[in-house]
C-alpha cells in the first residue's frame, strides 16, 4: 500500500514528543483548533458549538459524548490548553487518528466521496470532480493517485513549513523596513 501504511495500523515513534513524553502539542495548532469550534467567536466553547462542527466529521456520536467533551461551564482556550498540552499519551497518533475521518472503510487511503462530503458540510459548497482531482492531485506527495496516510502526513508538514516560511519573510522584510508603510 502507498506510504508503507497497512489499513488498521500505525507507528506512533514519528510523533512529535512533548517534555513529559506525551504527544506534542503545536500552541498555534491548538489556537487554531479552539477557533475552529469558536463557531460564535464568544472565546468560550459549548457542547452546542462542538457538535455543530464534530457532527460534519462524526456523525453518530451521542449529545452525552459532547457534553463530556465540555464538561466545563467555561469552557476557554486556556481550559483547552491545561487539559492538553502537558499530555502524556504515548500511544497516539493524533494525524491517524484524523486521517481515519477520511477512510471510514480503513483501506489506508481518502474515501474522496467522504472527502467531498466534508468539504461540503464545512462550507466550500459543491465540490466538483475537477476540484476533486485538483485537491487530490496537491495532497498526493508520492503521486499515486491516491491519499495515503503518509501523503496526508506529508500535506500538513509542508502546509506548517510554508506558513513557517511566509512568517519568516515578513519578519525579515519588517525588520529591513520593507514591511507595510504608514499612511
Do not use: W
Amino acid at each position: 500500500m502507498g506510504g508503507g501504511f497497512e489499513p488498521g495500523t500505525y507507528s506512533t515513534s514519528n510523533v512529535p514528543r512533548n517534555e513529559l513524553g506525551g504527544v506534542y502539542v503545536d500552541e498555534e495548532e491548538l489556537r487554531a483548533a479552539f477557533d475552529f469550534f469558536d463557531i460564535h467567536k464568544k472565546g468560550v466553547l459549548t457542547s452546542a458549538d462542538l457538535k455543530q462542527r464534530l457532527q460534519v466529521f462524526y456523525k453518530g456520536l451521542p449529545q452525552r459524548e459532547y457534553k463530556f467533551l465540555i464538561s466545563e461551564p467555561e469552557f476557554t482556550y486556556k481550559t483547552l490548553h491545561k487539559l492538553v498540552v502537558n499530555n502524556e499519551l504515548t500511544d497516539f497518533d493524533p494525524v491517524a487518528e484524523a486521517f481515519k475521518v477520511y477512510d471510514p472503510q480503513d483501506t489506508g487511503f481518502i474515501d474522496t466521496e467522504v472527502l467531498r462530503d466534508i468539504f461540503s458540510k464545512l462550507g466550500f459548497g459543491e465540490i466538483t470532480n475537477e476540484d476533486l482531482k485538483i485537491l487530490v492531485e496537491t495532497a498526493d506527495v508520492d503521486h499515486d493517485g491516491r491519499i495515503s496516510l503518509e501523503d496526508f502526513r506529508g500535506m500538513l508538514s509542508y502546509n506548517k513549513g510554508k506558513e513557517n516560511e511566509l512568517e519568516q519573510m515578513k519578519q525579515a522584510l519588517s525588520g529591513a523596513g520593507l514591511g507595510p508603510r504608514e499612511r
